[in-house]
């Protein structure tokens, strides 16, 4: 159970998610007394935060709950990706409460439909940090999380329950992975390694292949940094590592950083942590946060949610 009283200042929200007309929020256990880690918006009279699925589900210490949400990934069918790491308060004092899993939450059923636990594929020293979901030509589910300690991309087949690990640069302590199409029946993960120029692209049906020599693409390797924000099919959202503005790059189109579309601009003190593509309607959201100030000090964080049309 959750003994320790909830801190309102604590919670640092670092995505945003939205479905029909709702939106999902990731907090992370950064600091200690985050109540739970992923929570919905109710937006009838004020804007107020109700954990997602339920209190239950983010109980510390009960594994079967969720204890560290670092990403979630939303597929088309309305399931929640949801990545626990399993280790809390890691910005204080970390401490592993449980294994690392994978914990599906339906949407449409407003209930977990299913715990993977990925331990046999995490190392002790692992930083895992983000998760995409491919669903394959014959029914198969293949889920990727990135694993910026070892440089690689865990890959987990859902049906068979077995897993393995590609490795994809050297490791580092950023490692933010996104997913594209090139053509219908053919997507590409996006890589971009903190701290380092370029961004980097691996064919999803490379990391299938087991045991496989993955082949890389780099783009802008002479370019500034960026950090990566989010992607819908065809455009990848990131923000140059010493600037708050969102930009876009059309995916279809060759990568220059000097032409990326500027969308959002945060406003002072504010930068932008995630952006997605609502999956029906031309709108994208935008979370704004004084994430650094919050992050490097004690101040409580403030957030700002915006919509762009496309």
Not at 42 to 53: C, K
Request: glycine residues 4%; charged residues 20%.
């Amino acid at each position: 159970m959750n003994n320790e009283p909830h801190l309102k200042d604590n919670v640092i929200a670092i995505k945003a998610l939205m479905y029909m007309d709702d939106i999902y929020l990731l907090t992370p256990r950064m600091k200690h007394g985050v109540l739970s880690t992923v929570w919905l918006i109710l937006r009838e009279q004020r804007v107020e935060l109700e954990p997602y699925p339920d209190l239950r589900s983010h109980n510390i210490g009960d594994c079967s709950a969720i204890q560290n949400a670092v990403d979630f990934y939303l597929d088309n069918l309305g399931n929640l990706w949801v990545l626990d790491t399993g280790i809390i308060d890691t910005l204080e004092s970390p401490r592993c409460t449980c294994p690392p899993k994978v914990t599906v939450i339906s949407i449409l059923l407003g209930k977990i439909t299913k715990r993977i636990d990925i331990s046999v594929l995490a190392e002790p020293n692992s930083l895992l940090q983000n998760i995409v979901v491919e669903y394959g030509h014959v029914g198969k589910i293949f889920i990727y999380i990135s694993d910026a300690s070892r440089g690689a991309v865990l890959v987990y087949e859902v049906s068979s329950e077995t897993g393995w690990a590609v490795i994809a640069c050297a490791p580092s302590v950023g490692l933010q992975i996104a997913m594209i199409k090139r053509a219908p029946a053919h997507n590409i993960l996006i890589i971009v390694i903190l701290h380092q120029q370029g961004l980097f692209e691996l064919d999803t049906s490379a990391l299938r292949r087991r045991n496989s020599i993955s082949p890389i693409r780099v783009y802008g390797d002479h370019t500034k940094a960026v950090l990566l924000l989010g992607s819908d099919a065809h455009h990848i959202y990131l923000r140059h590592v010493e600037c708050s503005d969102v930009l876009s790059w059309d995916t279809r189109h060759a990568y220059n950083s000097s032409r990326l579309a500027n969308i959002h601009s945060a406003g002072p003190r504010l930068t932008p942590t995630s952006v997605a593509a609502h999956p029906l309607r031309p709108i994208l959201l935008v979370l704004d946060s004084n994430y650094a100030d919050t992050v490097n000090g004690h101040l409580p964080t403030y957030h700002k949610i915006s919509f762009i049309e496309q």
